[in-house]
C-alpha cells in the first residue's frame, strides 16, 4: 500500500500534547508545532485495522500478553536489526521507557550513587537519574560531522561509586547512529568499571540514508549481560500515546528483580490495546516505516538545502537516525529569551528549547516527521522572523 505522508491531518482537538497544549507550554496556540517527538502522519492500516477489530468486541477488561507478541518481537529483531534474542529475555513496562529506567536504577544503585549520561541530553532521563542518584555529565563533543563521545573524559569521570551509564542510541537530539567501533569502545570503558549500561533505544528503527544500528545487547562479547536494551513501537509506528515498552535483560537475576517490582506495582497485566498496535506494528508495519524513512529522508534535505541558501545562521545537526534535527543558534548571537519571541511570536512555530536537553546556549530540536508543507511553512517564517 502507497501512503501519502504529504496529506495533512488535523491533530487539533485530539488532546494531542503537540497541537493542543501550546497556548499553555508557549503563549501561542496557534504555533506550528515542532516539539514533541511523535510523527503527524496517521498510522500504518494493519495497526488501525487491528485496533479496531479489537475495539468492536466491546469488553476490555484485565488482560495477560499473548504469546504471539513476544514472538512478533523477536521476529522483528531478527528479521529487521539481524539479533537473534532469547525469548525469555524480555521484560514489557507498561508506561514506558522512562518508568523502566527509574525502576532499574533503583535495583542496581543505592541512593548517592553516580550515574553517567552524554549530555545534551533528553531531560528525563536526567531526571531521572537525579531522583536518587548523582548524575554525572559526559558532555559530546560537537564536530564539523556529528557529535562524538569523549571517550578520555568519560574515563576520567567515572568514580568508585558509578553504577550506571545511561546511553541514548540512536542519540536524541544529536540524531548520531553510534558506530560498532564507538559502542565497543565505550563497553569496555564500562566494562573494566563493572558499569551496568542502560541503552534507551526508542530511536533504533528510524534509521536514515543507510545508517545500521547496533543494538547494545548484542554487540560481540560478554557485554550485553551487562546491560539492559530499552525498545519501543512508540516512536517508530506513531503509537506513543498507546505506551508500550520492552526491556532486553539477559542477566537473569536482574531480570527476575526486576519483573517482581513490576508485580508489586501490578504492572505486568499490560496495557491491552499498547500491545495490539505493536504486534500488527511489528508484524505488519515494515512498508510504512520504510516509506516514512524515505520521506523523512526527503525533509531531512529539504531542511538542509534551506538552511544552507537561507538560515546562513544556524548550523544544523542533521539526523542519520531518528526524525529530530539538532539546530544551533549561536550564530545569531541574541540571547535564547529573544530567540524564543522571534520563534514563538512573530513566526509562530514552536521548536524544542535547548534547556529541555540540559544546555543554556541557543540550541532547538526541531522534528521532522511531518508533512513537508509543515516544514517549508516554519522555515520561511523563522527566515523573516529572525532576520
Ligand atoms: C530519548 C528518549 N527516550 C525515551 C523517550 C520516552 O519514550 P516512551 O514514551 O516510548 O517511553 C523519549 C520520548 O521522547 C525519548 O526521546
Same mark, same amino acid.
Not at 501512503?3 to 493542543?20: E, I, L, M, N, P
Not at 536482574?254 to 508484524?283: C, D, P, S, W
Not at 524564543?340 to 535547548?354: D, M, S, T
Given at each position: 500500500?502507497?501512503?501519502?505522508?504529504?496529506?495533512?491531518?488535523?491533530?487539533?482537538?485530539?488532546?494531542?500534547?503537540?497541537?493542543?497544549?501550546?497556548?499553555?507550554?508557549?503563549?501561542?496556540?496557534?504555533?506550528?508545532?515542532?516539539?514533541?517527538?511523535d510523527m503527524d502522519f496517521p498510522c500504518a492500516q494493519p495497526i488501525v485495522?487491528?485496533?479496531?477489530?479489537?475495539?468492536?468486541?466491546?469488553?476490555?477488561?484485565?488482560?495477560?500478553?499473548?504469546?504471539?507478541?513476544?514472538?512478533?518481537?523477536?521476529?522483528?529483531?531478527?528479521?529487521?536489526?539481524?539479533?537473534?534474542?532469547?525469548?525469555?529475555?524480555?521484560?514489557?513496562?507498561?508506561?514506558?521507557?522512562?518508568?523502566?529506567?527509574?525502576?532499574?536504577?533503583?535495583?542496581?544503585?543505592?541512593?548517592?550513587?553516580?550515574?553517567?549520561?552524554?549530555?545534551?541530553?533528553?531531560?528525563?532521563?536526567?531526571?531521572?537519574?537525579?531522583?536518587?542518584?548523582?548524575?554525572?555529565?559526559?558532555?559530546?563533543?560537537?564536530?564539523?560531522?556529528?557529535?562524538?563521545?569523549?571517550?578520555?573524559?568519560?574515563?576520567?569521570?567515572?568514580? +568508585?561509586?558509578?553504577?550506571?551509564? =545511561?546511553?541514548?542510541?540512536?542519540?536524541?537530539?544529536? #540524531?548520531? !547512529?553510534?558506530? %560498532?567501533? *564507538?559502542?565497543?569502545?565505550?563497553?569496555?570503558?564500562?566494562?573494566?568499571?563493572?558499569?551496568?549500561?542502560?541503552?534507551?533505544?526508542?530511536?533504533?528503527?528510524?534509521?536514515?540514508?543507510?545508517?545500521?544500528?547496533?543494538?547494545?545487547?548484542?554487540?560481540?562479547?560478554?557485554?550485553?549481560?551487562r546491560s539492559v536494551t530499552c525498545i519501543s513501537a512508540g516512536k517508530t509506528f506513531n503509537i506513543s500515546g498507546?505506551?508500550?515498552?520492552?526491556?532486553?535483560?539477559?542477566?537473569?537475576?536482574?531480570?527476575?528483580?526486576?519483573?517482581?517490582?513490576?508485580?508489586?506495582?501490578?504492572?505486568?497485566?499490560?496495557?491491552?490495546?499498547?500491545?495490539?498496535?505493536?504486534?500488527?506494528?511489528? +508484524?505488519?508495519?515494515?512498508?510504512? =516505516?520504510?516509506?516514512?524513512?524515505?520521506?523523512?529522508? #526527503?525533509? !531531512?534535505?529539504? %531542511?538542509? *538545502?534551506?538552511?544552507?541558501?537561507?538560515?546562513?545562521?544556524?548550523?544544523?545537526?542533521?539526523?542519520?537516525?531518528?526524525?529530530?534535527?539538532?539546530?544551533?543558534?549561536?550564530?545569531?548571537?541574541?540571547?535564547?529569551?529573544?530567540?524564543?519571541?522571534?520563534?514563538?511570536?512573530?513566526?509562530?512555530?514552536?521548536?524544542?528549547?535547548?534547556?529541555?536537553?540540559?544546555?543554556?546556549?541557543?540550541?532547538?530540536?526541531?522534528?521532522?516527521?511531518?508533512?513537508?508543507?509543515?516544514?517549508?511553512?516554519?522555515?520561511?517564517?523563522?527566515?523573516?522572523?529572525?532576520?
Open positions: 500500500m502507497k501512503y501519502d505522508f504529504d496529506a495533512v491531518y488535523d491533530r487539533r482537538g485530539t488532546q494531542s500534547f503537540k497541537w493542543d497544549y501550546n497556548g499553555h507550554y508557549f503563549g501561542n496556540p496557534a504555533v506550528l508545532p515542532f516539539w514533541v517527538a485495522a487491528a485496533l479496531k477489530e479489537r475495539a468492536e468486541h466491546r469488553i476490555y477488561g484485565y488482560t495477560e500478553r499473548s504469546p504471539s507478541f513476544s514472538e512478533a518481537i523477536l521476529e522483528w529483531l531478527r528479521t529487521r536489526h539481524g539479533w537473534i534474542v532469547d525469548k525469555d529475555w524480555l521484560v514489557f513496562c507498561p508506561p514506558g521507557i522512562i518508568p523502566a529506567i527509574d525502576i532499574l536504577l533503583g535495583l542496581t544503585t543505592h541512593k548517592g550513587d553516580s550515574v553517567v549520561i552524554q549530555t545534551p541530553a533528553y531531560l528525563p532521563l536526567e531526571d531521572v537519574i537525579a531522583r536518587n542518584n548523582v548524575v554525572i555529565e559526559n558532555p559530546l563533543i560537537p564536530r564539523q560531522t556529528g557529535y562524538e563521545f569523549d571517550f578520555a573524559h568519560l574515563a576520567a569521570c567515572i568514580r +568508585r561509586d558509578t553504577r550506571a551509564l =545511561l546511553l541514548c542510541s540512536p542519540h536524541s537530539p544529536t #540524531g548520531r !547512529v553510534w558506530t %560498532l567501533q *564507538e559502542l565497543e569502545t565505550l563497553a569496555d570503558i564500562c566494562r573494566r568499571h563493572g558499569i551496568l549500561v542502560i541503552s534507551d533505544e526508542v530511536h533504533a528503527d528510524v534509521l536514515l540514508f543507510g545508517n545500521r544500528h547496533h543494538h547494545f545487547g548484542c554487540l560481540p562479547g560478554e557485554y550485553g549481560y498507546l505506551q508500550l515498552s520492552t526491556l532486553i535483560i539477559q542477566d537473569p537475576e536482574l531480570r527476575a528483580a526486576f519483573k517482581r517490582h513490576l508485580g508489586v506495582l501490578q504492572m505486568t497485566q499490560g496495557n491491552l490495546f499498547g500491545e495490539i498496535a505493536a504486534e500488527a506494528a511489528y +508484524r505488519q508495519g515494515a512498508d510504512w =516505516l520504510d516509506q516514512v524513512i524515505a520521506y523523512v529522508e #526527503g525533509n !531531512v534535505r529539504f %531542511l538542509e *538545502e534551506y538552511v544552507s541558501e537561507h538560515l546562513p545562521n544556524v548550523r544544523a545537526f542533521l539526523p542519520q537516525g531518528s526524525y529530530l534535527a539538532w539546530l544551533d543558534f549561536g550564530a545569531f548571537g541574541k540571547p535564547v529569551a529573544d530567540l524564543n519571541q522571534r520563534l514563538i511570536h512573530r513566526a509562530g512555530v514552536a521548536l524544542y528549547e535547548g534547556r529541555y536537553f540540559g544546555t543554556t546556549e541557543p540550541y532547538y530540536r526541531m522534528n521532522l516527521a511531518c508533512p513537508r508543507i509543515y516544514l517549508e511553512t516554519a522555515l520561511c517564517r523563522m527566515k523573516r522572523a529572525l532576520f
